[in-house]
């Protein structure tokens, strides 16, 4: 069976715009529509960056209706499903696929700590009992695991799993799973700061946190690696490369909302545990986003 990529280019993980009653989804469309007109191929909702971990099952459930309401089939809509419990996991799942998602994103289960015969079981489980195309999310400086290679060939043959989100920031970790895998495990990076050095091994794009603020570039960025052009691209992400590393000067989704807070995009409230980005931080991420050029 040849898999189809669920997307080529960029994909926004977009943040949830909460306010003091809940998801402010008039600013959610507003941010999804903005992600549409600047040429962003997919989206990303209740992910790590929109901060699914503070939000109930039910208010989950309520954003990726709505989100998809909002998007009108006109990007790829991706739902984060993940959880440290199995059968959690498959229930977001199931609850994504009825609302009408295009895929899935599920990452490692975290504080657990499973082993890697525990992964393939885990994303196996629900890859086996909900028909959606899955992207592997590994971020194990987040979650304390990472996937192995030989783990993602085994995971490769799965019909239902689609690819990867690869944002271990091992390079050498990418070339050997395309080198496993091939075309049986699309790859997309998930770090914006790894992008042109993944495509240009073979990765597909990218699931970015940067292109909350500025989608034009990041799709511009990816369509010129998907063209082979990586030389206008290097140019071009060499431009970006302060402000992509500005954006983790505190644990994301702290400085992406602070910057387009900054930028006149209400990006709502945080939840606790996160906090407002801290006055030297913010001073950091105002000066890299004006020498990029960015009107603030």
């Known amino acids: 069976m040849v898999k189809t990529p669920i997307f080529k280019g960029s994909c926004t993980a977009i943040v949830t715009p909460f306010n003091e009653h809940g998801v402010d989804f008039d600013r959610l469309k507003k941010n999804i529509d903005y992600q549409y007109e600047n040429g962003t191929a997919a989206i990303v909702v209740c992910g790590t960056t929109g901060e699914a971990a503070t939000q109930s099952l039910c208010e989950q459930y309520e954003t990726i209706r709505q989100a998809i309401k909002f ?3 006109r990007m790829k809509l991706i739902v984060g499903v993940g959880s440290n419990n199995t059968e959690t996991a498959l229930k977001n799942a ?3 696929k009825s609302a009408g998602a ?3 994103l599920m990452v490692t289960p975290y504080y657990n700590k499973s082993t890697q015969k525990g992964l393939v079981e885990h994303f196996t489980y629900v890859a086996d009992r909900v028909d959606i195309p899955m992207i592997l999310y590994n971020v194990p400086s987040r979650t304390g695991i990472g996937i192995t290679a030989d783990t993602y060939r085994i995971l490769s043959q799965h019909p239902n799993i689609n690819g990867v989100k690869e944002a271990s920031g091992d390079i050498a ?3 050997t799973t395309r080198s496993l895998c091939g075309d049986d495990l699309y790859i997309w990076s998930g770090n914006d700061d790894n992008t042109v050095a993944m495509m240009a091994l ?3 794009g990218v ?3 940067a292109s909350n603020i500025i989608p034009g570039v990041i799709s511009k960025l990816c369509a010129l690696c998907l063209e082979g052009d990586f030389v206008q691209a290097t140019a071009l992400y060499t ?3 302060q402000l992509f590393s500005a954006l983790f000067i505190e644990t994301n989704p702290i400085p992406v909302k602070a910057a387009m807070r900054e930028l006149n995009m209400d ?3 945080l939840r606790l545990p996160l906090t407002e980005i801290g006055r030297e931080s913010l001073a950091k991420l105002i000066s890299t986003m004006r020498e990029v050029g960015l009107n603030v």
């Open 102 to 104: 295009d895929g899935i």
């Open 71 to 73: 998007n009108q089939g």
């Open 267 to 269: 990006s709502g409230l």
């Open 94 to 96: 199931e609850n994504a």
């Open 202 to 204: 073979g990765a597909l």
């Open 239 to 241: 431009r970006y490369a």
């Open 207 to 209: 699931i970015s946190v």
């Open 173 to 175: 970790l990418v070339g």
